[in-house]
């Protein structure tokens, strides 16, 4: 019995093995087919659907975010729709009954063409079977789409009944219009049909692209392509988005700073970096160049892509290899003499003034940025042994690109014994910065690395990969170096780079309120082979010197004017932002001075109402000259006088010292459309009080904190 219960589920087992055999055979075969179909009969089967009418085409994913470190939109994708009807669709009666209130509300919306204009076409082409008829070429927005779809007679029955087409159209929208626009970058199709872009938006193309999915279309008379359905047939998947580590309260204050300072000097262009010391994240970053029309804009990458001789901020690594080297002392002395020293015949080193600064300390080199005593003690050492040289500078992070997130990373240039144009004045001009070019952020990278105890850490731009609250990736910080030099020698680079500011050519940037660690650099020009007196300035440092959080660079290129030195252009550049960096983000005791008499508060305008209870709690005496709404103040002694605001209700109120709240209930009553920079209550207003309302226009509004 035992037996044949075996041998029956042998014979069960050998059946099912033969069904899963032929199941395997016929799957097989189906593959087959299907990938002969896909690959050998693609174009047979295209063109069967071409004749047909019937196409799948690609529906573009919707493009990730950009955003700063707070969340703040720095670039994001705003849909936009093309409003398009087939006329052939409705019913009679659907249309019949709606074409005149729909040509009426075509002809209010667009405002391009009267009510029978509208009427006239969409009886015609319904009569033509003209099945796509673009209503305008201006888009719609978003908004405005549902409201259409919903409320519009005809339109409102939808595609299949009401014959409504809306095209969509992504637009790349920036925020914060010029505001780290060449960072944020952008992207576009080439000559051959290829990508092509800058900044983050081409570094990050991968991930913020997202998936396109695919609909199927059918073509009309005339060639078109019109969407079968509003679903797509394979759904797209949006693009992640990228957060960076831009601070963009900073990234404002830093780009009016340094725009206010090219103007001033008629300069070329500039740029600004700032990193975070312990991580090496960009919390800032400023490019501006000077335009045809003599404006600054940002148009190119100049922090990161633009290679130069960086002058005398390069000394920072003449004197680590000459400390690491050994031998020398800061207290030890050279002769620098009258200024000048002639290497060779007509090679001669200069000092920036024309009377020499005779018999210095190493320290006192350095504080003063002489040339002359920086390059001869360079040649003293290196003389004999330049590779050595060449070979800190390598180990310094100052020859290889430093491989940062954004691509088109400038590639350094330096000089070497092995090259024919190598001579014997080489090593000495190398020293205060010229024959090797280096970008601004590679400079940077070495002062912070100072700051940071030796620790070189890569700066990085973007932190995180999202997609909505979800984290993709995080990048963390990277450690190029871990100890950049010896302990004695990073001691005695943070104390040469104090003394800079507290005695050498940044001494005018010294603060009693934070202390400054830094370097000036003013290198000359290569102008058709030969320099010139047109100079590139920059000056590069951390602070507070004694607790580093923040290390930065100021580049202004080609400034012009009786200021041409890194000293005098860049370091007020530099503290100016420093202070607000301090302000914001530094947390420091600040001395209260109890002799100051009771001042009135800020209250400057706003609602009556609340501000004459305001008052009324503080106990402070108020008259009233006022009969609108919307109040402004004058003081009259210790008497606040309530008078009216300027602007009825057509023209432009005036919003200076109002809350942001109040400011945006009155502008947005009057359709204007509101830009804020800054914090805090209204300083100025971009279009001025009384004048007349244009609906839609903007108005921007700066904000500071009283």
């Not at 947005?668 to 609906?695: C, D, F, H, I, Y």
């Amino acid at each position: 019995m035992q037996t044949k219960k075996r041998g029956v589920k042998r014979n069960i087992l050998s059946k099912a093995q033969i069904c899963f055999f032929l199941v395997f055979l016929v799957a097989l075969a189906a593959t087959f087919k299907l990938g002969y179909i896909q690959f050998s009969e693609d174009d047979h089967w295209a063109d069967v659907a071409d004749k047909r009418g019937l196409r799948f085409r690609k529906v573009e994913a919707t493009r990730g975010n950009i955003l700063a470190d707070n969340g703040a939109l720095l670039s994001t994708s705003i849909p936009f729709y093309k409003l398009i009807i087939d006329p052939t669709v409705a019913s009679d009666d659907k249309f019949n009954s709606g074409i005149d209130s729909l040509s009426i509300l075509l002809s209010k919306y667009f405002k391009e063409h009267n009510k029978a204009y509208y009427k006239n076409l969409l009886i015609s082409d319904r009569k033509k079977g003209n099945k796509y008829r673009v209503l305008s070429t201006k888009l719609i927005k978003h908004k405005d789409r549902k409201i259409i779809a919903k409320t519009w007679p005809i339109l409102r029955e939808g595609r299949n009944r009401g014959g409504v087409i809306f095209e969509k159209e992504e637009s790349r929208f920036k925020p914060y219009g010029d505001l780290a626009r060449r960072t944020v970058g952008f992207l576009r199709e080439g000559k051959e049909g290829n990508t092509v872009g800058k900044g983050l938006e081409y570094s990050f193309n991968k991930e913020l692209e997202g998936l396109n999915g695919q609909a199927l279309y059918k073509r009309i008379a005339g060639g078109r392509w019109i969407p079968m359905d509003e679903v797509a047939a394979i759904r797209s998947v949006d693009g992640y988005d990228i957060k960076t580590t831009i601070d963009i309260d900073i990234q404002e204050y830093a780009h009016e700073v340094l725009h206010t300072a090219l103007k001033k000097h008629d300069a070329n262009s500039g740029s600004f970096i700032l990193m975070e010391v312990s991580t090496g994240q960009i919390k800032s970053i400023v490019n501006l160049g000077k335009s045809r029309n003599g404006n600054y804009y940002e148009d190119y990458n100049y922090a990161i892509q633009h290679v130069t001789e960086p002058g005398s901020t390069i000394k920072l690594a003449s004197f680590m290899a000459l400390l690491e080297e050994g031998g020398i002392s800061l207290e030890d002395s050279i002769e620098t003499g009258q200024g000048k020293y002639e290497f060779y015949e007509g090679a001669v080193m200069k000092d920036a003034t024309s009377y020499g600064y005779g018999k210095l300390t190493v320290q006192e080199v350095f504080e003063k940025s002489s040339n002359v005593g920086t390059s001869l003690l360079v040649d003293s050492v290196f003389k004999e042994k330049p590779d050595k040289f060449i070979n800190y500078l390598k180990d310094f992070h100052l020859v290889d690109p430093l491989g940062f997130q954004m691509k088109g990373e400038g590639v350094s240039r330096i000089s070497t014994p092995d090259d024919e144009k190598w001579s014997g004045t080489s090593l000495p001009w190398m020293s205060i910065g010229y024959e090797l070019a280096i970008t601004p952020l590679q400079v940077l990278t070495l002062y912070n690395a100072v700051a940071n105890n030796g620790r070189m850490l890569k700066p990085y731009i973007v932190e995180e990969i999202l997609q909505g609250n979800h984290e993709i990736k995080e990048y963390e910080p990277v450690v190029l170096d871990s100890k950049i030099c010896s302990k004695s020698t990073l001691e005695n680079l943070q104390k040469m780079l104090v003394g800079v500011v507290e005695n050498g050519t940044a001494r005018n940037i010294y603060s009693e309120d934070y202390s400054i660690a830094g370097k000036t650099g003013t290198a000359q020009k290569v102008k058709s082979g030969k320099y010139t007196k047109t100079y590139f300035t920059s000056f590069a440092g951390y602070f507070p010197a004694d607790d580093p959080k923040y290390s930065a660079i100021v580049v202004i290129d080609e400034p012009r004017g009786d200021e041409q030195y890194g000293g005098t252009v860049c370091a007020p550049v530099f503290k100016e932002i420093a202070d607000r960096v301090v302000i914001k983000h530094i947390d420091r005791f600040i001395e209260v001075n109890e002799d100051l008499e009771m001042t009135l508060p800020y209250i400057k305008a706003g609602n009556y109402q609340d501000l004459n209870l305001l008052s009324k709690e503080l106990g402070l005496q108020t008259l009233d000259q006022h009969k609108n709404e919307w109040v402004r103040t004058q003081v009259q002694g210790d008497t606040i006088v309530w008078v009216d605001n300027r602007g009825g209700r057509q023209t432009v109120p005036d919003t200076r010292g109002m809350t942001l709240k109040d400011a945006i209930y009155l502008l947005e009553n009057q359709s204007m459309k509101v830009k804020v920079l800054g914090e805090g209550r209204v300083q100025t207003q971009s279009v001025a009080p009384g004048t007349k309302v244009v609906k839609g226009r903007e108005i921007v509004l700066k904000l500071q904190k009283s």
